[in-house]
C-alpha cells in the first residue's frame, strides 16, 4: 500500500475543505485511514484519491 505525507493545509486543499472543517472531520475520524506523524499527516494513497472524487463535500455537510 502507497502512503502520501501531506501537512494540514495541503491535505485540505486537496480535499477542496476549510481548515477548520477538515480538522474536525481528522478529529471525529470521518477520513479513513489517517495518522499523524510529526506535523504531517500520512493518508493511504487509494483512499486519498477516493476521498478528492467523491467524499469531501460530504464531509463538509456533516
Do not use: N, W
Not at 500500500?1 to 486537496?14: D, H, I, N, S, V
Amino acid at each position: 500500500m502507497f502512503y502520501k505525507l501531506l501537512t494540514r493545509p495541503e491535505a485540505a486543499r486537496k480535499l477542496g475543505l476549510s481548515l477548520p472543517c477538515f480538522d474536525k472531520a481528522v478529529a471525529l475520524g470521518q477520513i479513513p485511514g489517517v495518522t499523524r506523524i510529526g506535523a504531517r499527516l500520512r493518508f493511504p494513497e487509494k483512499e486519498l484519491i477516493q476521498l478528492i472524487e467523491h467524499g469531501a463535500k460530504s464531509l463538509e455537510a456533516r
